[in-house]
């Protein structure tokens, strides 16, 4: 398949020259047009060129939401060099982690994670570190991006291809140390491309983007995508206060919302002023990263009568997305059909494709491939099989084509020899009124084996559930052998950036419990 760019600078060269005019980046009040874009991009590239940065090399970001975050994607990339966006949400030793494996050589940081970025040891491994926001004093290893950025230098532009890396974004670490996936140019511009049309986006179309830029759902569909077509994004630094991404979207027209199920549960149930349901101009709500709950679809579809709520279905070894419901066709628990020119198939644990509507694991090709995961070839082979990626989900296709997700392989329970979907109980339990959220995870009972146990998390105004009646509902919708042995209430699940519950910390604390 052909792009019309061949690496990220490219295509913000193109877009300055054809409507240089035209604002690309809303940040509060300020309106930054294609042209002060490129320019500010040239800049930082000559800046970071001048400190030694040259092609494949690595430079990393622990920034927040901020025009610096877009400068920084597209000056490292005229310079033939390699992103490595961060997780702002890990702590020092983490972030020493990510910095030592993917052998990061320059930082740029924000002056709001001085600690994390001081607790780590970023100093000792990267010879410099260009601060977004205001810095008290600056020295030949602590910089301010306002410096950079007034830079007189210049430099030409190291031409890069569709194949080169220009992104290592590291995997959320849900199930062990987190392992870099190496996204090529073209893994993203497939997404970016897939995603056009099944959206529609144009460049009238503008986009709000409140959640994390380090993580792929963001980067890839929420920055890149509407930029690949000359659009506009919304740059919101901080949710809180969460009514100020209410107010950006009435004031700066927002078109496509992108959001993650936590966002959806609380706007399905938020008493929004009658103006803002008058006068929003989203047509698209996007959902991705986690699953979303029946009744957030049901409420969201009640709610918003002129937009679309349209779930999808990925993961950062893709680039991220792989699948989407359409404005023309929808299912209700579906994750949706293959976006354009991916193919998706349900195998069995040989890799021999099985019938419409049986279980099996989830494997998928195309242009998103990534390309492997740095530094670890064996678990790159076992990943990716003939081009094919095994996604480490399980689920089925129906007769259309739509994709049904069970649950993680690695969630799978079996309990006296009958698998159990931990996904198939979560759906249940969450529908019980007063409870926001659950999870399901294995538990060895030395004489029953494995049995299926959960974790509770309620809604904000509620301080209890009759357990009792609770009981009686699972057994009501649930065969015996799938009903939770135990039920444990916790205030609050553990989830990363974007909503996905971490089931190994949940494992790990019954361990301690035990």
């Known amino acids: 398949m052909s792009y019309p760019f061949h690496n990220f600078y490219e295509m913000i060269h193109s877009h300055a020259k054809n409507r240089g005019g035209k604002v690309a980046l809303f940040d509060g009040d300020d309106k930054i047009k294609y042209r002060d874009l490129l320019q500010r991009v040239d800049k930082l590239a000559a800046f970071l060129a001048d400190k030694g940065i040259k092609r494949g090399d690595k430079v990393a970001l622990f920034l927040r939401n901020s025009p610096e975050f877009i400068y920084s994607i597209f000056a490292v990339s005229k310079l033939g060099a390699i992103l490595v966006p961060i997780n702002t949400f890990l702590k020092g030793e983490e972030l020493t982690y990510i910095l030592e494996d993917s052998g990061a050589s320059l930082l740029i940081g924000s002056v709001i994670h001085e600690k994390v970025i001081s607790d780590s040891r970023a100093h000792e491994l990267c010879s410099l570190t260009l601060w977004e926001g205001e810095l008290d004093a600056t020295d030949e290893h602590n910089i301010s991006f306002v410096e950079a950025l007034y830079t007189t230098l210049d430099t030409s532009l190291v031409a890069s291809a569709l194949d080169d890396t220009a992104v290592i974004i590291y995997t959320s670490g849900t199930t062990g140390k987190p392992k870099g996936a190496m996204l090529s140019y073209k893994n993203i511009f497939s997404n970016a491309d897939s995603g056009r049309k099944t959206i529609d986006v144009k460049a009238k179309d503008r986009s709000i983007v409140f959640l994390p830029m380090f993580h792929s759902f963001t980067f890839a569909i929420a920055v890149m995508l509407p930029l690949y077509v000359g659009g506009s994004i919304v740059i919101i630094r901080s949710i809180t206060p969460f009514s100020n991404i209410f107010k950006q979207v009435l004031i700066k027209r927002v078109t496509l919302f992108f959001g993650i199920p936590d966002v959806y549960n609380a706007l399905s149930k938020a008493k929004l002023p009658w103006y803002f349901m008058w006068f929003n101009k989203v047509r698209a709500f996007i959902s991705g ?176 559930i009759d357990e009792p009646a609770l009981k009686r509902y699972m057994k009501e919708h649930l065969a015996n052998y799938k009903i939770p042995k135990q039920i444990h209430i916790i205030d609050e699940l553990p989830k990363n950036a974007t909503g996905k519950v971490l089931k190994r910390v949940l494992k790990d604390r019954l361990k301690e419990e035990e």
């Open 289 to 464: 990263a986690a699953a979303l709950q029946p009744k957030t679809l049901d409420a969201m579809a009640a709610k918003f009568k002129g937009a679309t709520l349209l779930e999808g279905y990925g993961l950062s070894e893709a680039s991220p997305a792989v699948c989407m419901n359409t404005f023309k066709k929808q299912k209700a628990k579906s994750v949706g059909t293959a976006l354009h020119g991916y193919e998706i198939k349900i195998v069995d644990e040989a890799m021999v494709e099985l019938p419409r509507g049986t279980v099996g694991d989830i494997i998928t090709t195309g242009d998103n491939i990534m390309q492997g995961y740095l530094n670890r070839p064996e678990a790159t082979e076992e990943t990716i099989i003939g081009g094919w990626l095994l996604t480490g989900d399980m689920g089925y296709m129906d007769e259309d084509g739509f994709l049904f997700i069970v649950d993680r392989r690695k969630d799978l329970i079996i309990s006296k020899g009958i698998n159990v979907y931990p996904r198939e109980i979560e759906e249940v339990i969450d529908g019980f009124e007063g409870i926001s959220a659950s999870a399901v995870i294995g538990f060895i009972d030395e004489r029953t084996g494995e049995i299926p146990i959960v974790y509770i998390e309620l809604e904000e105004e509620v301080t209890d």
